[in-house]
T-cell receptor, first 115, second 108 residues
Framework: KAGVTQTPRYLIKTRGQQVTLSCSPI?????VSWYQQTPGQGLQFLFEYFSETQRNKGNFPGRFSGRQFSNSRSEMNVSTLELGDSALYLC??????????????FGPGTRLLVL | DAKTTQPNSMESNEEEPVHLPCNHS???????IHWYRQLPSQGPEYVIHGLTSNVNNRMASLAIAEDRKSSTLILHRATLRDAAVYYC?????????FGKGTKLSVKP
């Protein structure tokens, strides 16, 4: 099986712009979670989608949004970019909704640099 | 906030066992204990998880204290490829809360 894929792998944007990141989960997985990783804050949960519905949301401002399509692919969008949004954005997929008892498979991430 | 406490770093010699400790004194009855690791420039990789009983898989073993307030990830024979940041995580309310993890160094 192909693993979780994320595009693009690297991205440079300027403050005030918006960005859309894409994640394709493992075939058959219907749950997709997004995380932000920075040196200062570590790995932080953004949100989770299952069957096109957002199930959980972390403590991030409304500038961060996401969606999931009928084929389980997911996108996350960050509007009005700030310097502090520079981070590695990781996507993880799992078969079951939620990650309480199941295994999540992470993609390689998209590294976003905001100038 | 992360609900687990791990040492910042540990060192091991190649081909020796490694015991990575984790404290989670506020664990609730429904929290699973997950371990993930992150190699440099990669996304986290699932290692093992458990609820109450000790667990074994091809990568590692997970020993869970009887009161579930602590656990230990055991790598039976460390290799250079095991050098990574290891995260002990409680799965709660549908998402994983990552702490800072333990950076494991493996010496040849």
């Amino acid at each position: 099986k192909a693993g979780v894929t994320q595009t693009p792998r690297y991205l440079i944007k300027t403050r005030g712009q918006q960005v859309t990141l894409s994640c394709s989960p493992i075939s058959g997985h219907r749950s997709v979670s997004w995380y932000q990783q920075t040196p200062g804050q570590g790995l932080q949960f953004l949100f989770e989608y299952f069957s096109e519905t957002q199930r959980n949301k972390g403590n991030f401002p409304g500038r961060f949004s996401g969606r999931q399509f009928s084929n389980s692919r997911s996108e996350m969008n960050v509007s009005t970019l700030e310097l502090g949004d520079s981070a590695l954005y990781l996507c993880a997929s799992s078969f079951q909704p939620g990650s309480v008892s199941g295994t999540q498979y992470f993609g390689p991430g998209t590294r976003l640099l905001v100038l | 906030d992360a609900k687990t406490t791990q040492p910042n770093s540990m060192e091991s010699n190649e081909e020796e066992p490694v015991h990575l400790p984790c404290n989670h004194s506020t664990i609730s009855g429904t929290d699973y204990i997950h371990w993930y690791r992150q190699l440099p420039s990669q996304g986290p990789e699932y290692v093992i998880h458990g609820l109450t009983s000790n667990v074994n898989n091809r990568m590692a073993s997970l020993a869970i204290a009887e009161d579930r307030k602590s656990s230990t990830l055991i790598l039976h024979r460390a290799t250079l490829r095991d050098a990574a940041v290891y995260y002990c995580i409680l799965g709660s309310q549908g998402n994983l809360i990552f702490g800072k993890g333990t950076k494991l160094s493996v010496k040849p």
